[in-house]
């Protein structure tokens, strides 16, 4: 069983106290909340690098689209569509709604 470590006022001792019931169960609980935080932490830097790095590759994709000199319709309609996309990944990226990509 855990203890906790009790600190008398006045003398200054201090002492090894079991922890209750209570207190082993919120212990525990509390321990199962990280491993849940520090998944979730996981997740979401994952997925800041997953929109940061589309980012770079959005720049030289839309690059691309501009040096064209006359696209064609399904050309305008594809970069419409990956703008839309692009636009929301940074909308994630400045609001930190990183648990997902798309």
Do not use: Y
């Not at 990280?34 to 790095?53: F, I, K, P, Q």
């Not at 501009?66 to 990956?82: K, S, Y």
């Amino acid at each position: 069983m855990a203890d906790k470590f009790v600190v008398n006022a006045t003398t200054g001792e201090m002492s090894a106290v079991p922890l209750s019931t209570e207190e082993l169960a919120q212990l525990q609980e509390d321990e199962s909340q990280a491993g849940e935080r520090a998944a979730v932490d996981a997740t979401r830097s994952a997925n800041s690098s997953t929109l940061m790095s589309r980012a770079v590759t959005a720049l030289t994709d839309n690059a691309t689209f501009l040096d064209l000199a006359t696209p064609t319709n399904a050309q305008v309609v594809n970069q419409v569509e990956a703008l839309t996309r692009q636009c929301s990944a940074l909308i994630r990226l400045q609001l930190r709604l990183l648990d997902a990509v798309e």
